[in-house]
């Protein structure tokens, strides 16, 4: 079982930037993707960004092409998300996401959860 903690939001005023931080607190699998998703009041989850186990494929949202960058660090089983000129659209819960297999924009597709942390964005 893998168990995934989500760090590094807040609040932020618009053009900022966040680091936010995904360490799994168990061993993880030798082929994944971890993805962020987020999920803003009233809205659906939706995908931000995802990296495969290797760190060589990253996938982004188009909403977040240029702003965002996704790594991993597998040494310390932690994934990050760099969150750069932020705007209030970026207002959200943001969540880490594990999936034993090939990268998918679909959250019904990712089987391990964290419980997310809050971004928001003032304007």
């Known amino acids: 079982q893998v168990q995934l903690v989500e760090s590094g939001g807040g609040l932020v005023q618009a053009g900022g930037s966040l680091r936010l931080s995904c360490a799994a607190s168990?061993?993880?699998?030798?082929?994944?993707?971890t993805a962020w998703f987020r999920q803003a009041p009233g809205e659906e989850r939706e995908f931000v960004a995802a990296?495969?186990?290797?760190?060589?494929?990253?996938n982004y949202a188009e909403f977040v092409k240029g702003r965002f960058t996704i790594s991993s660090d597998n040494a310390k089983k932690t994934v990050y998300l760099q969150m750069y000129s932020l705007k209030p659209d970026d207002t959200g819960v943001y969540y880490c996401?594990?999936?034993?297999?090939?990268?998918?924009?679909?959250?019904?597709?990712?089987?391990?959860w964290g419980r997310g942390t809050q971004v928001t964005v003032s304007s």
């Open positions: 996401a594990i999936r034993i297999a090939r990268f998918s924009p679909f959250s019904v597709d990712y089987s391990y």
């Open positions: 168990t061993r993880t699998f030798s082929s994944y993707t």
């Open positions: 990296i495969s186990w290797s760190g060589e494929i990253t």
